[in-house]
């Protein structure tokens, strides 16, 4: 059975673009918001193309890590950047940034980047280290990213 390679949320923030695209970008603010994310560390201070970074994650009892590289850094309009682990592409994860008149519509996305040869290790290394099968990870992280833009929007909105 096929699953989706690509999920997207949005959701209208009382905010302009600009603003919420400087909080989405600062990476190291993501494990404010993220269900799974607690942290990342960089020896960067500004995340643009071509930044990599180190996202730690944790699931109940599991906790990893990834490795990361910002590939769309454009400001007001996309954030975006590849995630691997031992050196296997896994996901592209990123966010859409639209002015609106009452606010900026983010769009956060996910696509699975895991194909070719490499695939069923990364899915099975998915698997040991998040407790989530593959055909399972895109509504899991459909439900992230939920609870993502919700704490987003809760955080720009009180700011």
């Not at 201070?45 to 109940?60: C, L």
């Not at 919700?150 to 009180?158: D, H, Q, S, V, Y």
Request: hydrophobic residues 40%; contains cysteine; charged residues 25%.
């Amino acid at each position: 059975m096929n699953h989706p390679a690509r999920v997207e949320e949005k959701i209208l923030v009382t905010a302009s673009a600009e603003s919420v695209y400087r909080a989405v970008s600062n990476v190291r603010r993501m494990g404010a918001w993220s269900p799974e994310c607690v942290g990342v560390w960089s020896r960067s201070q500004r995340f643009e193309a071509g930044t990599r970074f180190i996202g730690w994650n944790r699931k109940r009892l599991r906790f990893w890590f990834t490795s990361c590289t910002v590939v769309r850094a454009e400001n007001a309009r996309d954030f975006a950047f590849t995630v691997s682990t031992f050196g296997m592409p896994v996901a592209l994860w990123g966010y859409r940034f639209e002015d609106r008149a009452n606010g900026c519509l983010v769009t956060e996305y996910w696509e699975d980047l895991r194909s070719g040869r490499s695939a069923p290790v990364a899915k099975l290394l998915g698997l040991v280290f998040t407790g989530t099968p593959s055909k399972r990870r895109p509504a899991a992280n459909r439900e992230g990213m939920r609870s993502t833009l919700n704490r987003l929007k809760a955080a720009m909105e009180r700011a």
